[in-house]
């Protein structure tokens, strides 16, 4: 683990975005939570642990992937980010080794997390399991009945998964439970978070902990390239396989796209593009943007994607969308799914639905790009849990 905890100016602040805004509870426990992630990333002993397991364990470096097909079809120079071939199929495992190595550290006999997709979920009790510390895995009943693939490798890997029936019974109500869960037994469980949102220190320890996908992809294209790339695009809910492979790429001169959810379009309703038809609000103990009504009320989410369909956004994406520095544009249901079959069928790579969006996105901007141009996608995940979503035309 190379990436250090670059920490943001301010609490947790991104620009105006992000903070703490959580009962008092909590509060406490955060402070806490702060003082040991720093702690934890100044030890030595700390990062050559953590190394370890994602060199031997995990699987990395994960390749950088050039895709000859695709290439030719799309007149440009592609390459793929191969999260999916991380052990567990998706970057959420680079996080939950960092955290779980953290809540040992902190003497911690309990883990709680929340899901949608159900791959942090899984990469969750992975950890878990590893490290011998005992797994609850909140997730919205909607989801479990379209993840149930991710449902029953969580409960192999011996977590123990809650179904949650209030709400709109997806991510953002899983998180709700989870969160109410930490305050009831703040001083025995350690609450996993799997994106870049929540409470500063939150946002801050999940970008440092996937940082290393920016760090290998920013290594890997210069050697293949002999220079960086154009452009860089991967798909957001949360943020945080995008900002895993952004942030090491922030002060050079390389295009940034985040890729939400369009669902069945934005004039519809029916979707989770957040920054693109969002605005600055709170949610789950950050101010960032957010899907909301004209009286501050979350609004219901819809993706085909179960990871996109969160109604917010890691603050620090917000903050680089409104200063300017990452483009945000969303994917409707149905580009996604012509793209999830035109990666499979041209490349052989089965992306999950989520990633599916980023190269959708990439398909409709091909004709604008230089036929020399060279285009990273973050493939955050593999799509085994999303082949039985039905597919559009290659």
């Not at 999260?83 to 680079?94: F, S």
């Not at 994106?195 to 890997?220: K, N």
């Not at 943020?239 to 942030?247: E, K, L, Q, T």
């Amino acid at each position: 683990m190379t990436g250090s905890a670059e920490r943001p100016a301010g609490v947790g602040r991104y620009g105006r975005f992000g903070g703490r805004y959580v009962p008092e509870t909590l509060m406490e426990a955060l402070i806490r939570l702060d003082g040991a992630f720093t702690r934890a990333m100044e030890d030595p002993a700390f990062r050559q642990d953590l190394t370890g397991l994602l060199t031997h364990y995990a699987g990395r470096p994960t390749p950088l992937t050039f895709c000859p097909n695709l290439s030719k079809r799309l007149a440009l120079r592609v390459y793929l980010k191969r999260e999916d071939l991380l052990h567990g199929g998706a970057h959420k495992l680079n996080n939950t080794l960092g955290q779980a190595l953290l809540a040992r550290s902190m003497g911690k006999g309990r883990i709680i997390a929340e899901t949608g997709a159900g791959q942090h979920g899984v990469a969750t009790a992975i950890a878990g399991a590893r490290l011998g510390l005992p797994v609850e895995v909140y997730m919205g009943e909607v989801d479990i009945r379209r993840q149930a693939l991710n449902v029953s490798r969580m409960e192999l890997l011996g977590a123990r998964v809650i179904p949650v029936a209030s709400g709109t019974r997806t991510l953002k109500d899983a998180v709700n439970e989870a969160l109410r869960d930490w305050v009831e037994r703040v001083e025995d469980t350690f609450y996993l978070l799997g994106s870049i949102v929540g409470p500063h220190p939150y946002p801050l320890m999940v970008r440092t902990f996937q940082s290393v996908i920016g760090e290998e992809a920013r290594r890997q294209i210069l050697e293949r390239e002999g220079r960086l790339p154009d452009t860089i695009l991967a798909c957001v809910g949360g943020g945080s396989n995008a900002i895993g492979i952004f942030h090491r790429f922030l002060a050079d001169d390389v295009r940034l796209i985040g890729v939400e959810a369009g669902g069945e379009g934005l004039e519809t309703g029916m979707h989770g593009a957040s920054l693109c038809a969002g605005s600055p609000g709170v949610l789950h103990g950050a101010l960032s943007y957010l899907l909301q009504d004209e009286n501050g009320q979350v609004s219901d989410t819809h993706s085909i994607a179960a990871g996109l369909d969160y109604p917010g956004v890691g603050p620090e994406l917000a903050h680089l969308r409104e200063s300017g520095r990452m483009e945000a544009v969303s994917v409707t249901d149905r580009a996604a799914r012509e793209a999830f079959s035109l990666l499979a069928r041209t490349e052989g790579i089965v992306p999950a639905m989520e990633s599916a969006h980023a190269i959708a996105r990439l398909v409709e901007m091909a004709g604008e790009l230089d036929r020399e141009s060279v285009v990273v996608v973050n493939l955050s995940g593999r799509g085994d849990k999303d082949v039985e979503a039905p597919v559009g035309p290659v």
